[in-house]
């Protein structure tokens, strides 16, 4: 991954989670200029920075190595889930669940965003409608927020 695809994804998980650069940041431990750069495609972070990174933005770090040519960077989720993510319904949902269940909303929303995406993978179904997204979201809700007991 060159660090203009890693400036693409630190970008869209943030937007998608409807965070700031700052509050990123804040979170990570990091100035804003330096996450501002490393979205832009420059920089040079360190495996702590981007660890530290991942963590705010509800995710993990893995660092694999790889024949050359190979690819196996963790797929980007698609640009309509990130859409999605942007939308009221989303962030309400992922409120009321993070409410419930005593969790930070952000870290709510980055645990629903991957797992949509990885529901979506799963199916071979990569761009949903928003009204797909949506009922996919309320599934997971509903098992969320009333397991079977």
Do not use: C, I, K
């Not at 998980?13 to 700052?22: D, E, K, N, S």
């Not at 993510?85 to 709510?108: D, I, K, M, W």
């Amino acid at each position: 991954m060159d660090h203009a695809d890693l400036g693409r994804r630190l970008r869209a998980r943030r937007a998608a989670l409807g965070r700031t650069v700052a509050s990123v940041a804040a979170d990570a431990a990091l100035s804003v200029p330096y996450v501002a750069n490393l979205e832009n495609g420059r920089g040079n972070p360190t495996l702590s920075a981007l660890d530290r990174l991942a963590a705010a933005l509800g995710a993990r770090l893995t660092v694999t190595l790889d024949e050359p040519g190979g690819d196996a960077a963790e797929p980007v989720p698609p640009p309509t889930l990130l859409a999605f993510a942007r939308t009221r319904s989303f962030r309400r949902a992922a409120g009321e669940l993070a409410a419930l269940l005593g969790q930070e909303p952000h870290q709510v929303r980055a645990r629903l965003l991957d797992a949509l995406a990885a529901v979506a993978r799963a199916l071979h179904r990569d761009e949903l409608s928003e009204r797909d997204w949506q009922r996919l979201l309320d599934a997971l809700v509903l098992v969320l927020a009333h397991p079977a007991g």
